[in-house]
């Protein structure tokens, strides 16, 4: 779970979460994975998912970054459709972005129900975008990668 990272990738702890702050962060994950499990629950076909977010250099594991931030980092699970990710990074670098996978982020949402064992034939790829390629340092959005970003999942989604 991602809501309040305690550790980083590679499994090095950066921060202490006391059980109040546990107990909060499960109401609200509880309450996601439900929305999900219903959204998913009885679909018949192929369900891709994409987990987006973004990160901040600054803000990003004190004194942990072992190497080279990317410009986007994509995150899959074990078992991930190969296909899927080589598809994301060919397109990503195409538009001239650095890319990485499983770093400095790992993984991919997948809801509840289907890692419980239900029939789903479901595809997660979380892209992670560096904030300084899609906001310009004022709050103002950089169109060009959004519209990037927005290419790059429908070509995933012409190959699902």
């Known amino acids: 779970m991602g809501f309040c990272y305690e550790r980083v990738y590679d499994g090095t702890k950066i921060k202490n979460v006391t059980e109040i702050v546990k107990e909060k962060t499960m109401k609200y994950y509880n309450r996601h994975h439900a929305a999900l499990n219903r959204a998913v629950s009885g679909f018949e076909g192929k369900i891709m998912f994409f987990?987006?977010?973004?990160?901040?250099?600054?803000?990003?594991?004190?004194?942990?970054?072992?190497?080279?931030?990317?410009?986007?980092?994509?995150?899959?699970?074990?078992?991930?459709?190969?296909?899927?990710?080589?598809?994301?990074?060919s397109a990503f670098e195409y538009f001239g972005y650095k890319v990485s996978v499983n770093y400095p982020f790992s993984g991919s949402l997948v809801p509840n129900i289907v890692l419980n064992g239900a029939n789903a034939d479901i595809c997660s790829l979380m892209i992670e975008v560096n904030k300084p390629l899609y906001l310009d340092g004022r709050g103002g959005v950089i169109g060009e990668t959004v519209e990037n970003v927005r290419r790059v999942i429908r070509c995933i989604c012409s190959i699902v």
Do not use: W, Y
Not at 66 to 81: A, K, Q, W
């Open 51 to 89: 987990d987006l977010h973004s990160f901040e250099e600054e803000l990003l594991m004190p004194g942990v970054k072992t190497r080279e931030l990317p410009d986007i980092c994509l995150g899959c699970n074990s078992g991930f459709h190969e296909k899927i990710m080589q598809t994301a990074v």
